[in-house]
T-cell receptor, first 113, second 112 residues
Framework: ELKVEQNPLFLSMQEGKNYTIYCNYSTTSDRLYWYRQDPGKSLESLFVLLSNGAVKQEGRLMASLDTKARLSTLHITAAVHDLSATYFCAVAQRVEYGNKLVFGAGTILRVKS | DTAVSQTPKYLVTQMGNDKSIKCEQNLGHDTMYWYKQDSKKFLKIMFSYNNKELIINETVPNRFSPKSPDKAHLNLHINSLELGDSAVYFC???????????FGPGTRLLVL
């Protein structure tokens, strides 16, 4: 069964600093998603990574996928307070009649000013 | 012009009651999902429907019964509610999987 591990689970960082969140998964998949969730809110799609070597960037966030290593990273550049949220990676797993997403446990990011 | 909507947003009820949560999407997607997010924020898929047909049914107590009257709606009925059912339930939709899933606002269920 597919397992998805994120680390760290909690990240407290200063504004202006850089950091990376890691997402490892246990079985082959070629689609990985990153979502953001603000407290008490829904999940917002950030990135879809569709192939080995894919890199996507939006503002201060950059996501990459290495399917051979079964690893995705979410890199935060020069963090600002507005990035404080919980970040989830999710991996697509093929099942009998379709696909399902298996989520990591989430990384709680707190950016301190 | 909400993309994925759920009602109600909050649901507080007693153990043993039966309740329903409704979900509608106006994105024209073929596939809809129910997820449960527990108190530790862990998200797990419960069900998925594609064009009104059940395609994913995870290990969920049979007190939970999804129903999809058409491809824009997916409802969740829960019988004999238990304390452990307290969670946030999210509906989501996507075009043919595994495209990006778009999530509704969530229904916060509290069973007393």
């Amino acid at each position: 069964e597919l397992k998805v591990e994120q680390n760290p689970l909690f990240l407290s960082m200063q504004e202006g600093k850089n950091y990376t969140i890691y997402c490892n998964y246990s079985t082959t998949s070629d689609r990985l998603y990153w979502y953001r969730q603000d407290p008490g809110k829904s999940l917002e799609s950030l990135f879809v990574l569709l192939s080995n070597g894919a890199v996507k960037q939006e503002g201060r966030l950059m996501a990459s996928l290495d399917t051979k290593a079964r690893l995705s990273t979410l890199h935060i550049t020069a963090a600002v307070h507005d990035l404080s949220a919980t970040y989830f990676c999710a991996v697509a797993q093929r099942v009998e009649y379709g696909n399902k997403l298996v989520f990591g446990a989430g990384t709680i990011l707190r950016v301190k000013s | 012009d909400t993309a994925v909507s759920q009602t109600p947003k909050y649901l507080v009820t007693q153990m043993g009651n039966d309740k329903s949560i409704k979900c509608e999407q106006n994105l024209g997607h073929d596939t809809m999902y129910w997820y449960k997010q527990d108190s530790k924020k862990f998200l797990k898929i419960m069900f998925s429907y594609n064009n009104k047909e059940l395609i994913i049914n995870e290990t969920v107590p049979n007190r939970f019964s999804p129903k999809s009257p058409d491809k824009a709606h997916l409802n969740l009925h829960i019988n004999s509610l238990e304390l452990g059912d307290s969670a946030v339930y999210f509906c989501a939709s996507s075009q043919v999987p595994p495209q990006t899933q778009y999530f509704g606002p969530g229904t916060r269920l509290l069973v007393l």
